[in-house]
């Protein structure tokens, strides 16, 4: 499945080539017969290169720059139930107490309460922005592929 990036990215390599072949005429001799340019001018090697350049940072982007996803951080399929991916989360809230919130982690209860502040939770501690997810996906099933898709910045 080609992903709009992908498609991006191919234009970005075809409309350069295709602008310094059409700017670059065609050339007949007296014959009229075309003329092949047999070297490349300054412009040719600065647009190849800058190609080159644009390739080399999408393919490094794309490997090594990924953003973190809450699926492989506590290593669980996008498709869990509910009960899984909360049970994975407290897991992994288990091994990691460094990004616990400092009042405690709250009871799904006490997240429904009308005096609990959702957004300062969510905003205070890694897991309470993991938390946001989780709740998100179990919410609205559709939520999980947007963020497999788009990342978490769609959600934030």
């Known amino acids: 499945m080609l992903s709009s990036g992908l498609i991006s990215f191919l234009l970005y390599l075809v409309v350069p080539v295709v602008l310094v072949s059409f700017f670059r005429g065609r050339k007949t001799n007296d014959q009229g017969q075309r003329v092949h340019k047999k070297y490349f001018s300054l412009g040719d090697v600065i647009?190849?290169?800058t190609l080159a350049l644009l390739?080399?940072?999408y393919m490094?982007?794309?490997?090594y720059n990924r953003p973190e996803n809450v699926f492989r951080k506590i290593s669980i399929?996008?498709?869990?139930?509910?009960a899984v991916l909360r049970h994975r989360l407290a897991q992994y809230a288990a091994k990691h107490p460094e990004i616990a919130p400092a009042d405690g982690i709250p009871s799904q209860h006490d997240k429904t309460s009308s005096a609990f502040d959702r957004r300062a939770y969510y905003k205070a501690s890694e897991?309470?922005?993991m938390d946001f997810l989780v709740d998100r996906f179990?919410?609205?099933?559709e939520d999980r592929d947007v963020y497999l898709k788009f990342g978490e910045t769609v959600f934030m």
Do not use: N
């Open 60 to 63: 490094y982007s794309a490997t």
């Open 55 to 57: 390739a080399a940072s």
């Open 138 to 141: 179990c919410a609205f099933d």
């Open 47 to 49: 647009t190849y290169a």
């Open 77 to 82: 399929h996008p498709q869990s139930p509910c």
């Open 127 to 129: 897991y309470g922005h």
